[in-house]
């Protein structure tokens, strides 16, 4: 289990100042990505998902935002790293793909320059050496005639070809470690199956670790061997994509699973919703996040906060003090 | 034969100058049978929210007839046209800007009232929190309230009791829940469910997520580039979908559940652009079946089973009977509601 660990999260808190005072995005994480491995990161918004995401990256504003705890990828450490250091990583060890290609590539530059730029301060290639790169990259994530869309600028790409150059961009620098925040929120369904397939074949193909972030547990589900659910910024429960779909335990992953409707539901299935919404993190409650919201909560939910403790299945972790019964067979 | 609400007839709507013409809807038509749910699916620039739009005559159509109950809505104008259009009422996708953020929430619910001089005094506020009780805001606490101070998902049950406060015989719903999370979309679905059974609703419910159309919808017809590809029950032709697009659609659809299969077959390439659709079939650029009779020759919809219709000349599923031309001013798309389906 350790000797392959590629990215080592120990009790991360990242906190923002704002007018209203401090809010905890991200409160005690902790989780190990070994390498070739996908992880998933589940919650709705606010659950601190993107903030992690970026605190693993060392991305965040200079001002106004705290982080501590420890993010170690292959050795070295990324919280407290100087903007240099960080400039090491960004590229070849660790890259990004964000929610929306739209704003996330420069609208005035042609798409071969905004990968060429990787290719040339990063891994200094030459001009020449650079755009053949690009193109070949372009080719790899899927894009039709490379040579000519190498010239294209990114108004004139459709939402799914953007999202394409976004993954060669941070596939440029053979990165260990790729983070997809949400790769295919707002893209069509179909468009979203070719993105998933892409991200998959591409991952295996350069032996990469990847994070999923995402708030849909369909894109999970079948693309990530273990899954980290969060809530109001805390790890609320952990383990193989199998056993948290499965045999979950915290009653939040329940009503996550079962709020969503599904494709192989009858029509007109009453969905199993949970009241209210997601707590203001300005305003968290003393104990579980989740406890307001909880058919199971009791006093001591209210007043102590429940720590991850183990599952019966190795490496399934849970914060719950009232758990749900493993129920007989397996849910579909 | 059970009356429809709605009638479409031959919509269609083109936005731009000769030359350069997106044709956004191209010759749909459907019937929306009272009490029903019409789920109206496709991906983005399929025209489905062209067509809730052109329905409420909020885009004008180019082409064919809108007829709610019995009267011709795409042949009224003034005070007519507006006084028709309280009964049917729209809800849209951006929960948060279809509100004023500076109003009340009970001023925003009465605002209907108001204008058409429904009720005033103390029936006015009455009917205003018994709106807004029922779609889960307490009016007591919450009522004065403005917007701005709502979540996003407060603020559509907000928009659903505005909606409901003309007493409309439909609703139609713009991606309604495409914005919310997961736990606050299922809330907005259930009370979908039960304002339908009791206001005795009619919806035209629009989304993109197949899911969320399969579980509000008695019937669901699918849009493809300006064009209605299939209609049909739910569950019928969620199970065998006839048109090939709908398959390929259905199959990339994501399953929460690890243990499903994970489909090979994913469709290649992008939809075209409606400024150029191709001719005959507009699917058959990216159809795995598509012949040369597909680009000649424009499918029309014809029934493959009784109330599921496709427009394809190879469908996935044997038409009961190939000819069924004669007669071609029936109505198309129609199906009384399945009955059988009680509160459940």
């Given at each position: 289990?350790?000797?392959?660990?590629?990215?080592?999260?120990?009790?991360?808190?990242?906190?923002?100042?704002?007018?209203?005072?401090?809010?905890?995005?991200?409160?005690?994480?902790?989780?190990?990505?070994?390498?070739?491995?996908?992880?998933?990161?589940?919650?709705?918004?606010g659950s601190g998902k993107t903030v992690l995401s970026r605190t693993i990256m060392g991305l965040q504003p200079r001002r106004g935002v705290s982080v501590t705890g420890s993010v170690l990828l292959n050795g070295t450490e990324v919280v407290g790293a100087t903007e240099e250091a960080k400039r090491e990583l960004w590229g070849r060890q660790v890259a990004m793909v964000f929610q929306d290609p739209m704003t996330s590539l420069n609208p005035v530059v042609k798409v071969g320059r905004q990968i060429d730029e990787?290719?040339?301060?990063?891994?200094?290639?030459?001009?020449?050496?650079?755009?053949?790169?690009?193109?070949?990259?372009?080719?790899?994530?899927?894009?039709?005639?490379?040579?000519?869309?190498?010239?294209?600028?990114?108004?004139?790409?459709?939402?799914?070809?953007?999202?394409?150059?976004?993954?060669?961009?941070?596939?440029?620098?053979?990165?260990?470690?790729?983070?997809?925040?949400?790769?295919?929120?707002?893209?069509?369904?179909?468009?979203?199956?070719?993105?998933?397939?892409?991200?998959?074949?591409?991952?295996?193909?350069?032996?990469?670790?990847?994070?999923?972030?995402?708030?849909?547990?369909?894109?999970?589900?079948?693309?990530?061997?273990?899954?980290?659910?969060?809530?109001?910024?805390?790890?609320?429960?952990?383990?193989?994509?199998?056993?948290?779909?499965?045999?979950?335990?915290?009653?939040?992953?329940?009503?996550?699973?079962?709020?969503?409707?599904?494709?192989?539901?009858?029509?007109?299935?009453?969905?199993?919703?949970?009241?209210?919404?997601?707590?203001?993190?300005?305003?968290?409650?003393?104990?579980?996040?989740?406890?307001?919201?909880?058919?199971?909560?009791?006093?001591?939910?209210?007043?102590?906060?429940?720590?991850?403790?183990?599952?019966?299945?190795?490496?399934?972790?849970?914060?719950?003090?009232?758990?749900?019964?493993?129920?007989?067979?397996?849910?579909? | 034969?059970?009356?429809?609400?709605?009638?479409?007839?031959?919509?269609?709507?083109?936005?731009?100058?000769?030359?350069?013409?997106?044709?956004?809807?191209?010759?749909?038509?459907?019937?929306?049978?009272?009490?029903?749910?019409?789920?109206?699916?496709?991906?983005?620039?399929?025209?489905?929210?062209?067509?809730?739009?052109?329905?409420?005559?909020?885009?004008?159509?180019?082409?064919?007839?809108?007829?709610?109950?019995?009267?011709?809505?795409?042949?009224?104008?003034?005070?007519?046209?507006?006084?028709?259009?309280?009964?049917?009422?729209?809800?849209?996708?951006?929960?948060?800007?279809?509100?004023?953020?500076?109003?009340?929430?009970?001023?925003?619910?009465?605002?209907?009232?108001?204008?058409?001089?429904?009720?005033?005094?103390?029936?006015?506020?009455?009917?205003?929190?018994?709106?807004?009780?029922?779609?889960?805001?307490?009016?007591?606490?919450?009522?004065?309230?403005?917007?701005?101070?709502?979540?996003?998902?407060?603020?559509?049950?907000?928009?659903?009791?505005?909606?409901?406060?003309?007493?409309?015989?439909?609703?139609?719903?713009?991606?309604?829940?495409?914005?919310?999370?997961?736990?606050?979309?299922?809330?907005?679905?259930?009370?979908?469910?039960?304002?339908?059974?009791?206001?005795?609703?009619?919806?035209?419910?629009?989304?993109?997520?197949?899911?969320?159309?399969?579980?509000?919808?008695?019937?669901?017809?699918?849009?493809?580039?300006?064009?209605?590809?299939?209609?049909?029950?739910?569950?019928?032709?969620?199970?065998?979908?006839?048109?090939?697009?709908?398959?390929?659609?259905?199959?990339?659809?994501?399953?929460?559940?690890?243990?499903?299969?994970?489909?090979?077959?994913?469709?290649?390439?992008?939809?075209?652009?409606?400024?150029?659709?191709?001719?005959?079939?507009?699917?058959?650029?990216?159809?795995?079946?598509?012949?040369?009779?597909?680009?000649?020759?424009?499918?029309?919809?014809?029934?493959?089973?009784?109330?599921?219709?496709?427009?394809?000349?190879?469908?996935?599923?044997?038409?009961?009977?190939?000819?069924?031309?004669?007669?071609?001013?029936?109505?198309?798309?129609?199906?009384?509601?399945?009955?059988?389906?009680?509160?459940?």
């Amino acid at each position: 289990m350790s000797d392959e660990t590629l990215l080592r999260v120990r009790e991360v808190t990242t906190t923002f100042d704002t007018p209203q005072g401090r809010l905890t995005a991200v409160d005690g994480v902790s989780f190990d990505l070994a390498a070739h491995e996908s992880v998933g990161v589940v919650g709705e918004s606010g659950s601190g998902k993107t903030v992690l995401s970026r605190t693993i990256m060392g991305l965040q504003p200079r001002r106004g935002v705290s982080v501590t705890g420890s993010v170690l990828l292959n050795g070295t450490e990324v919280v407290g790293a100087t903007e240099e250091a960080k400039r090491e990583l960004w590229g070849r060890q660790v890259a990004m793909v964000f929610q929306d290609p739209m704003t996330s590539l420069n609208p005035v530059v042609k798409v071969g320059r905004q990968i060429d730029e990787v290719l040339r301060v990063r891994l200094g290639m030459d001009r020449s050496a650079a755009r053949a790169r690009a193109i070949e990259l372009l080719e790899m994530v899927g894009i039709p005639a490379a040579v000519t869309r190498y010239g294209a600028y990114p108004h004139s790409l459709s939402g799914g070809m953007r999202q394409r150059v976004v993954i060669a961009i941070a596939l440029a620098g053979s990165p260990q470690l790729l983070l997809a925040d949400e790769p295919t929120t707002g893209l069509d369904v179909t468009i979203q199956a070719q993105i998933l397939n892409l991200l998959d074949e591409v991952q295996g193909r350069l032996g990469m670790s990847m994070i999923l972030v995402t708030h849909d547990l369909g894109v999970v589900a079948t693309r990530t061997t273990r899954l980290v659910v969060m809530y109001a910024g805390r790890v609320v429960e952990t383990g193989t994509t199998r056993d948290v779909f499965a045999r979950h335990r915290m009653p939040y992953t329940r009503a996550l699973l079962e709020s969503s409707p599904k494709v192989s539901n009858p029509s007109h299935t009453r969905l199993a919703a949970i009241p209210g919404r997601p707590p203001n993190l300005l305003d968290l409650p003393t104990g579980c996040a989740f406890a307001p919201r909880c058919a199971y909560a009791t006093d001591r939910c209210t007043s102590e906060r429940p720590v991850l403790e183990p599952a019966d299945e190795p490496g399934h972790l849970f914060a719950c003090f009232n758990p749900l019964p493993l129920r007989v067979g397996s849910p579909s | 034969m059970s009356e429809a609400l709605l009638s479409v007839r031959d919509l269609s709507v083109a936005f731009g100058p000769r030359g350069r013409r997106v044709s956004a809807v191209d010759g749909v038509s459907f019937d929306v049978v009272a009490g029903e749910t019409l789920g109206l699916v496709g991906e983005s620039g399929c025209g489905k929210s062209t067509t809730g739009r052109a329905l409420m005559r909020i885009v004008e159509p180019t082409a064919g007839t809108v007829t709610l109950e019995g009267v011709e809505l795409t042949a009224a104008s003034g005070r007519a046209l507006r006084e028709r259009r309280t009964a049917m009422q729209m809800i849209f996708q951006d929960p948060i800007s279809s509100l004023n953020p500076r109003r009340r929430a009970r001023d925003i619910v009465a605002e209907p009232l108001d204008c058409w001089k429904r009720a005033e005094g103390e029936e006015r506020r009455r009917i205003v929190d018994e709106l807004l009780a029922q779609v889960g805001i307490d009016p007591v606490a919450y009522g004065d309230r403005y917007a701005r101070q709502f979540s996003g998902g407060q603020c559509q049950r907000i928009s659903i009791a505005r909606a409901l406060a003309m007493r409309p015989k439909l609703l139609i719903c713009d991606e309604v829940v495409s914005a919310l999370d997961v736990s606050v979309q299922a809330q907005i679905l259930n009370l979908l469910e039960d304002l339908k059974a009791e206001y005795g609703l009619t919806l035209l419910f629009i989304a993109h997520d197949l899911a969320v159309v399969k579980n509000i919808s008695d019937r669901v017809a699918v849009m493809y580039l300006g064009r209605l590809c299939e209609i049909g029950p739910a569950d019928t032709l969620y199970d065998a979908p006839a048109h090939p697009y709908t398959k390929f659609l259905l199959g990339a659809a994501l399953e929460a559940d690890p243990e499903a299969p994970r489909r090979s077959e994913v469709l290649e390439g992008e939809p075209p652009s409606p400024l150029n659709p191709p001719s005959g079939c507009r699917f058959r650029t990216r159809c795995p079946f598509a012949t040369e009779r597909c680009a000649t020759e424009t499918p029309a919809l014809r029934e493959v089973a009784p109330g599921h219709q496709v427009a394809c000349h190879y469908p996935l599923v044997v038409p009961v009977r190939d000819r069924r031309t004669e007669g071609d001013g029936a109505p198309t798309g129609t199906t009384p509601p399945a009955e059988g389906r009680a509160a459940g």
